[in-house]
């Protein structure tokens, strides 16, 4: 669907920015960041730059990451921003170099403001 009328900012409903079936931007985003070392059944993630994600501060949920290479998504528990640590609610295993996201589809987070859902 093309976007049609005028763009409104405080309109989110107006314009439909989903990507379509068979888009070149589908699974063609990067990660955020990357692991910077490994880690086995661990809930402490260090990774190269923490400034990305959020454990909600006490006001929202917190943020779900989900690991390169992987399916299941686990939230924050807190951020060191000062040594660009997660502490995730549930224990992952990782190699160092592995791509951290926000929860994906597919093979790679995709590029645009949303991610696919099909």
Partial sequence: MAAT?????????????????GS???????????????????TTL????AGYFIDGYGIVGPDLIQLEGQTRAV???AVDYGTDTLTLAEPLSWSAGDGVSLPYRGARPDQGLHERRE
């Fill in 5 to 21: 009328g005028d763009p409104d900012p405080f309109d989110l409903s107006a314009l439909d920015l989903r990507l379509r079936a």
């Fill in 24 to 42: 070149a931007c589908v699974d063609r985003g990067g990660f955020l960041t990357e692991a910077a070392e490994d880690g086995q059944a661990s």
């Fill in 46 to 49: 260090r990774v190269d730059d």
């Fill in 75 to 77: 939230s924050i528990a």
